[in-house]
């Protein structure tokens, strides 16, 4: 069984946020959790292996996900950054043809069903 290197990494939350990506997704995307907060040692930890991928920030819409997605910011600027539509507050609970949808506007292949 061999390997595939996966090129693309979206960071997300928490495990029901990944749940809901994983959901829309249609092709192979490392996804990792903070699971709310990130220290600085695991998000330097974190830059130097995503250093030659494609890294996508989704949080939530909310204060929690603000302050996480400023220190991505900070300390990683080459990541693009994902929102959802405040309305909805969190990715776990939008609906899939929404976080289809923004998804999608970032290159993301997503199931056509969803849209």
Do not use: W
């Amino acid at each position: 069984m061999s390997v595939v290197e996966v090129g693309k990494v979206l960071i997300v939350e928490g495990k029901s946020d990944k749940k809901k990506v994983l959901t829309v997704i249609n092709e192979p995307i490392e996804i990792i959790c903070t699971n709310g907060t990130i220290s600085v040692t695991k998000l330097d930890e974190l830059i130097d292996e995503l250093f030659f991928k494609d890294v996508y920030v989704l949080v939530d819409a909310d204060d929690a996900g603000e302050r996480l997605r400023k220190q991505f910011r900070r300390e990683f600027p080459e990541a693009s950054h994902i929102y959802i539509d405040k309305t909805y507050r969190e990715v776990a609970t939008a609906p899939d043809h929404h976080v289809a949808s923004v998804l999608l506007s970032a290159n993301i292949d997503v199931d056509a069903k969803f849209l």
